[in-house]
């Protein structure tokens, strides 16, 4: 299956994008939006919807509410991150207070993740 187009989540990430929490969209029109990168919202890949995914780096930006703090929330989340690393993708993964509280710290944070991606040597 081609990672990124599976037709049976499509819809439903289309509905997350016109949807989106407080906080994906403080993040998408506060900083995301403006970078000198493309910036994916609601992204399929595989059985997964990510919130954001920056495909030149392989960076895919996931927002946590507390239902990811729960037991099968955790699991869920760690089964969806091994499968995006076994792709080559990294997850960046912050909590809602965090871009509640430290909005400008998650901003520093992602910025530096890519500015460390685009330095990568590409294989």
Known sequence: MNQTHNPRLRGHAKQLRKNMTKEERRLWYGFLKGLPVMVHRQ??????????????????IELDGSQHYEPEGKR??????????????????????????????????????????EKKPSP
């Open 76 to 117: 869920m989340d760690e089964a969806r991150d091994n499968y995006l690393h076994s792709v080559g993708i990294t997850v960046l993964r912050y909590s809602n207070a965090d871009v509640n509280l430290r909005f400008s710290s998650v901003c520093e944070d992602v910025w530096n993740r890519l500015q460390d991606s």
């Open 43 to 60: 992204k399929v890949i595989g059985d997964y919807i990510v919130d954001f995914y920056i495909a030149e780096v392989k960076i895919v």
